[in-house]
């Protein structure tokens, strides 16, 4: 009963005092729950003044816990100590680097770095070994628990009665921990550890996975370790291969590793490989004949080799490996590599590097690449001799000689500056101090663009750069992905298109590929030109390292019409005539092919590619020495054919139509059509390029009556004349065009010739040209040569320098002189009063 607060009691009670159970203010509810005392202190009691209560608490807290729960706190450690005991990863050891092919051949390995033979381990165990290893080791596996309890108790009899250890009673599952464990000494407490941790693998592991466990971290003896690099030591195959025979010898050697010694315990060896052979045939895993076979097979001998098909290309991943932490795992590297091909390119580089020392050229490498993908599918660093095992030339930087000169030529046709079949001249050309000559010492006058390229002309692609623009043809071969440019382009000048700049093989094989995929794909709008690639990524085709980041939006650095066409040009190059069975291949596979050689003769490369394959090779000395016979036509290009000749043929590249525009040019400049063209034939340009300038060759001539010379139209002109249209070329040009062209006729001769028409050229010095007076073995002033032509064969040209007679020429017109520093005046006068001035200036020779 509850009271009111306040109240008095009745007469003659007491007063009447609320019950700890009553409600909240003498109210009728339900009672209050007595409040536990606080066992575990409240946050922030651990202070220094708190931590006596906190004590108090913690034995308020054993105490009402009781026995039962130290034992469960006990339970609790013990099974976090168990379910932790096992240290992760299991073996903390290195792995021999090992390369496999796309297919999964070996391609080649390394000793690990303890110099042991150690494969990455497999998931899979071969299983003829892992029947021979179970019939062998523990006939129980499949059931027991990771102990073998009847196993340890007949081991402990015969321990007992031997009065000495001569039995373990150790499952695999221990022998794998004390694998794991290293080498520990042999104690009944390390047993007893043994036995937890195999039971602890057990429980998180399945019985394949320990047996995969084993097998890769088994001694195998010498320096062998696990399966797979056993099967390669012992027998130079892969453990998938073993034969009943093999399985059983590699079974029974974790157990006594010393007997694979070919010198000694052969005896014995046999006697256990026989002896479980004959158990695994009573079981029934083979028959009679398979056994009699299996004995009659020898045991293993001295190691044998592992294959190493490439070597190189090993190093570098090792190398790369090392510096770039976030790079494939080491161990086990699957490459796009293609064994099958590797094997033939190697042969081929091989074969023809023996006939090459013979001229003293003593290198010489190899890449071939899937043209579409830009997977490496063979990488051949060099030959196979002591003095080139340990230089890769793939990533070795190499004067480029010739081989920049499709992309200059793709750029100047989307740009505008140039049409494939349009008219460059091939002049003797100076600038500067810089002369360029083209590799058959002659000059043709004029060419067409895409025969210039073909042909390999120096003089004209020196000519079309200096119009292109060093720096900016720099600035392309970087976007194109060559890595070793730099320097400024100034730095590298005109010589950059004919080998004054280093590539690599590796690099130069990624641009000329991007250059076919260019014109593969048509409609991509991304960009084609990345590095090659030759990691799989498990197999999925994905490469690392991932090709650089194409870009998503807008054209390429080169168009798919340009690329297309470029293409087409470089099938138009001369095969390698010095075997008959060159021409007949040049017919019958069409391969879009350039060579280059590099000043000194010091590299010869030859870059070919297809729809399929793109083939890159270099020949010459790792040294840098020349060699007169290194030329990329007569050493690279037969290499690079021979390779073609077994890969599969491919499809040539179909043409992209939407890339292209047909545009009507002048049939024998090449050029759009002037008002004075005649002969009209459309040709192929890349669609959206800017129109050249029309053709200034093709123009009208006033003759006279008998066609053999001009006329000067004057209002007093009484003379019957006659109008004709000429194809007439700058003098310069056609005084060396007419040695090659007998059909070309020059103009009649024309009286009081203007100054734009001239007959005559001056080769060197170019107008404003800066020179230096080159300078003798002996150290004394050289000569400087100067070079004229005329376009009548037998004129004569008077020579003056700063009003000073220098001499007359007739037919050869060349002069030589030693003009002192300073600015000069050059001025030629031919028989009929025709006049050429050109001023240049003689620097003085630095101290």
């Known amino acids: ?167 373990g009673g150790s499952t695999i599952t221990m022998q794998t921990i004390r694998l794991a464990r290293g080498k520990k000494q ?131 991943i090792i190398t790369e490996a090392a510096k770039k932490p976030g790079g494939p795992s080491a161990g086990h590297y699957t490459l796009t590599l293609d064994a099958g091909i590797q094997a033939r390119v190697t042969a081929i580089l091989h074969r023809r590097a023996e006939r090459f020392a013979e001229a003293g050229i003593m290198n010489a490498a190899c890449l071939v690449l899937d043209t579409q993908s830009g997977a490496v599918l063979a990488y051949v660093g060099n030959a196979d001799s002591p003095e080139a095992r340990n230089v890769d030339i793939v990533a070795s930087p190499r004067s480029s000689g010739s081989l920049l000169k499709p992309f200059l030529y793709a750029a100047m046709l989307d740009s505008g500056e140039l049409m494939p079949g349009g008219l460059v001249s091939d002049i003797p050309t100076r600038v500067g101090g810089y002369s360029p000559e083209n590799n058959t010492k002659s000059y043709l006058g004029v060419i067409p663009a895409d025969a210039a390229l073909a042909r390999s002309l120096n003089v004209p692609a020196v000519r079309q750069l200096r119009g292109f623009g060093v720096e900016r043809f720099a600035r392309l071969l970087r976007t194109l992905g060559l ?6 382009g100034e730095d590298y000048g005109l010589p950059l298109i004919l080998g004054g700049a280093e590539v690599t093989l590796w690099d130069i094989a990624g641009a000329y590929a991007g250059l076919a995929r260019t014109a593969l794909r048509p409609e991509d709008t991304e960009t084609q030109f990345f590095s090659p690639a030759y990691f799989m990524d498990g197999g999925a085709g994905a490469a690392y390292p991932p090709p650089r980041a194409a870009a998503k939006t807008g054209p390429g650095p080169l168009s798919p019409g340009a690329a297309w066409l470029t293409l087409e040009a470089l099938t138009r190059a001369a095969r390698p005539g010095e075997e008959a069975a060159w021409q007949a291949f040049a017919g019958s596979r069409k391969i879009a092919w350039k060579t280059g050689t590099s000043f000194g003769f010091r590299d010869a490369w030859t870059v070919g590619v297809t729809t399929r394959w793109t083939v890159a090779v270099w020949a010459g000395n790792a040294s840098g020495e020349g060699r007169a016979e290194l030329r990329g036509a007569n050493t690279a290009a037969p290499l690079l054919f021979e390779v073609f000749s077994f890969l599969e043929p491919a499809d040539w590249f179909p043409k992209p139509y939407r890339a292209l525009e047909a545009v009507a040019v002048c049939a024998l400049s090449g050029l759009p059509p002037g008002p004075y063209c005649e002969t009209i034939r459309y040709a192929d340009i890349p669609r959206g390029a800017p129109h050249h300038a029309p053709c200034p060759y093709c123009t009208q001539l006033v003759l006279n009556k008998n066609e053999d010379r001009q006329v000067k139209l004057s209002g007093g002109e009484t003379e019957k004349t006659v109008t004709k249209t000429w194809f007439v070329l700058p003098p310069a040009e056609e005084w060396f065009y007419r040695k090659w062209n007998l059909d070309y006729k020059p103009p009649p001769p024309a009286p009081g010739a203007s100054r734009s028409s001239v007959p005559m050229a001056l080769f060197t010095p170019e107008e404003n040209a800066e020179v230096y007076v080159p300078i003798e073995i002996d150290g004394g002033a050289g000569q400087l040569v100067l070079a004229a032509a005329h376009r009548d064969a037998q004129a004569v040209i008077h020579w003056h320098m700063d009003e000073t007679y220098l001499g007359t020429t007739r037919v050869f017109h060349e002069m030589e002189t030693r003009p002192a520093p300073g600015t000069h005046v050059l001025w030629l006068v031919d028989a009929e009063g025709n006049t050429l001035r050109r001023r240049f200036t003689v620097l003085a020779a630095a101290d």
Request: aromatic content about 8%; proline content about 9%.
């Open 1 to 167: 009963m509850f009271g009111l607060r306040g109240k008095s009691p009745p007469e003659g009670g007491t007063r009447y005092r609320p019950t700890p159970s009553a409600g909240v203010r003498g109210l009728p509810g339900k009672p209050r729950t007595p409040e536990r005392p606080r066992l575990l202190p409240k946050p922030g009691c651990l202070e220094r003044r708190n931590l006596p209560a906190f004590k108090r608490g913690l034995k308020k807290l054993l105490a009402r816990a009781g026995l039962r729960g130290v034992f469960f706190a006990g339970g609790a450690a013990i099974f976090l100590a168990f379910a932790f005991c096992l240290p992760n990863p299991l073996f903390k050891v290195s792995f021999s680097p090992v390369l496999y092919d796309r297919n999964g051949i070996l391609l080649g390995a390394r000793v690990a770095p303890d110099g042991q033979w150690r494969f990455a381990p497999s998931s899979r165990v071969n299983e003829k070994f892992a029947a021979a290893l179970i019939e062998y080791e523990d006939r129980r596996f499949r059931s027991h628990i990771g102990l073998d309890f009847p196993a340890i108790l007949r081991a402990a009899v015969q321990n007992i009665r031997a009065g000495k250890v001569v039995s």
């Open 186 to 316: 042999r104690t009944l407490g390390e047993k007893l550890i043994e036995a937890l941790l195999a039971l602890r693998l057990e429980i998180g592991r399945s019985k394949d996975q320990v047996l995969a466990l084993y097998a890769a971290n088994a001694p195998f003896g010498g320096n062998v370790v696990g399966l797979q690099a056993a099967a390669w030591r012992w027998y130079g195959r892969s453990a998938d291969e073993l034969s009943w025979a093999q399985a059983a010898t590699l079974a029974v050697l974790p157990n006594g590793p010393g007997l694979v010694h070919p010198g000694r315990n052969r005896d014995a060896l046999r006697a256990k490989r026989d002896a479980l052979l004959a158990r695994l045939a009573r079981k029934g895993l083979f028959d009679a004949h398979t056994l009699r076979l299996a004995l009659s097979e020898p045991l293993p001998g001295e190691p044998r080799p592992l294959p190493q098909l490439a070597p190189h290309l090993l190093d570098r």
């Open 483 to 488: 890595t070793t440019l730099f320097r400024r």
